[in-house]
């Protein structure tokens, strides 16, 4: 059994969306500013996909620009930017945090949690602003309230971005209620391809380029649309929507499962929300008391694929545990989760982790943990 718990990094692609997507690959691979019938057909099927996530978000189909993933819409949208103020937090992905330059960070609790009267002093100053807040982030689960931070910004004339990468595909979102200008989308989290998304930006919105060239989306994204890639996108953000009550409820059946079988074993804790239900529901981020054991690669070892934070930081100190403040003696493991994994693969991954934990003297093999 190969088990994959790592869906914060990266889905497996849906067997539906790979049907959806081969036809372009094989028939339909005109390129869609080409103005022969090859060409005609790539165009129109873009459109339609246009269409359909627009009517998913509830906005006009105008307000998607397709990208090549989360961190070029991210990118996009910063670049944007230009003049204002860049208020942000320590939290966000690196595809935000690198784009700036020297932005105003609000504060975070240990829980990760921004504190909404700092970021209204900080509007009430009058400076013009923008604002990039994420939605959840993908290694501690915590969920920032877009909705009201949204109309925070909207009341004091502030530009609001928010990074929606990990819960896009499940979450719901109603760009009608949610007041923001701009907000992020990546295929590959939700079982679409991966190199693929899109950024919404709200119709009157200042957009900025980032890459030039060719005059695709309305002269706003050079480069030959990745077809294949934009019809998966669609299909697996369809699919998505479709289905999104039945796998909520899968994915936070396993987790809370997880959540239970851990809370027996000493010495371990949760990092800030993620264990409760106002976390995304997607991601468990777990402290194991240190044992001298490299516990990812035992794991690995055991065919049991997770994370030590996020994929895209491997190798380096998390900034998002730092920000938090997290026991830093301890060794933290990211559990993702999504609606392939199984009842039977979390009590698998529980075992392993319990023969490795349960208490014989706090002793493993001859090393002692302290709890
Ligand atoms: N933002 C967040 C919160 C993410 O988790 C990721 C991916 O890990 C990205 C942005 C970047 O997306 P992509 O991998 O599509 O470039």
Known sequence: ??????????????PEVFSAMTPY???????????????????QAIEEARNTIASLINADPSEIIFTGGGTEADNTALLSAEGRRVITTPLEHHAVLHALNKPHYLSVNNKGEIDLAELELLLSDGVPSFV???????????????????????SYGAIFHSDTVQTIGHYRHDLQNLKAHYITC????????????????????????????????RKLRAGTENIAGIIGLAKAFEIACRDIDEHTHHIQNLKSRLVEKLETLPGITFNSTSATEDSLYTVLSVNFPPTGIDLLALLDQNNISVSGGSACSTGSASHVLQAIKSDRSKDTVRFSFSKFNTVEEIDYTADILYNLFKVTNNKIGEVEYSV
């Open 25 to 43: 690959l094989l028939e339909h691979y005109g390129n869609a500013s080409s103005h022969h019938a090859h060409g005609r057909e790539a165009k």
């Open 1 to 14: 059994m190969k088990i994959y718990l790592d869906n914060a990094a990266t889905t497996q692609l849906d």
């Open 132 to 154: 990039s807040i994420m939605h959840a982030n993908n290694e501690i689960g915590v969920v920032n309230d877009i909705e009201v931070i949204g109309k925070l910004c909207e």
């Open 186 to 217: 990546s295929a590959h989290k939700f079982h679409g391809p991966k190199g693929v998304g899109f950024l919404y930006c709200r119709k009157g919105t200042n957009l900025s380029q980032l890459l030039h060239g060719g005059s695709q989306e």
